[in-house]
């Protein structure tokens, strides 16, 4: 008799499966909000029929939204194909993907790419790449979010984060992000392997750096030989309404990128690129591998990630979409001062509140329809898909005042906050 895999005991209603959930996870990511069953577009429906307006897009991740035509073909096509090979063999997507993001990077001849399945490997492959300079000292921002494996998060500032993981690689330090004397004065004695840094901080609340912060940052890494090492994890594949965020400023040219999030729309795969021979040739063959990266299944979805981005022009709706989000929240904070303001770019956004509230409106956003997140108490963070239409933001826009009531401390209603209505 065959053996059955899957339990036949198991329920499935929405709160069976929490508790099935609860009892069979590891418990890092807490209770989850909803139990999610199927997404098309911007919308998702959970367990019990529920539909959300997904404004967050799996952190940066559905760029095309769910279940995308082009996606959807690719991926099936591909599978259909072939599916998975070691690195020991090459795949046609895999190169043609390799040259993609050099082109849409800028990169100069020599350029090379390292594919991975997730942020925080990228991130691994640069660290990697700033210790093969031989320089002791790797430099980060304070705010820093870069991964949680041990060499992300050894570039993590975050204290509750590190902590109970110490010892965590060495020769990390952390600068003030936008103190130019500060990194003048880090960067002077010559030692320093790499300066990591997010264009925009996202865990820290949707935090652009300035303009002259990385000007600066970049002139005086080339002054001391130190490599300039740009985490766009969230931040690149037209998130912004640029390819990659830093490419706002003209010849601000990274020597190394890293890419995730985005760039599968939700498969994963990630990628590092090392800009010009120089850098490129900084590891060596043996010197790194991994067996999903590039694999021709992300490879595939990549390619109709960015192919769809450019056909439809996503990264102009995404600096249309954000400034019409901006427009209406800047609105709002005129004669609503729970509202302090919105910062980011494009459709990475994040929306300042007066009162550390954020996590309270999340949950009643959540039970009136939206999925937005709290990046950390002050601070919405919104990432919808790059498909978001100014019609679905006016309904998000439309309904945060009332949010806003519903999750303020001494309101009575805020007592079932975070419990299912
Ligand atoms: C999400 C994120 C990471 C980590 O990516 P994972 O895929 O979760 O490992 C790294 N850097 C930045 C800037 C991120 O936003």
Redesign the pocket.
Known sequence: MSEQITTTSGTTGAEDLTTRYGASMLGVFGTPQRILVRGEGAHVWDAEGNEYLDLLGG??VNALGHAHPSFVAALTKQVETLGHVSNFFATGPQIELAETLLRLAEAPAGSGVFFTS??????EAAFKIARRTGRPRILALED??????MG?LALTHKESYREPFEPLPGGVEFVPPGDVQALEAALAPGDVAALFL?PI???AGVVPLPDEYLRAARRLTAEHGTLLIV?????GVARTGEWFAHQRLDDLQPDVM?L??GLGGGF?I?AVIAYGEQVRSLLQPGQHGTTFGGNPLGASVALAVLGTIAEDDLRGSARDRGDHLARRIDELAADDDRITGIRGAGLLRGIALAEPIAPQVVARALEAGFIINAANPHTLRLAPPLIVTDAQIDTFVDALPALLDAATPGNCESDTIGKRS
């Open positions: 952190i940066a997730s942020g925080t490997e990228s991130n820093a979010f870069h991964g949680r494996t992300a997010e901080q996202g865990e985490d766009e994890v969230q931040t890293t995730a999030k994963p990630g």
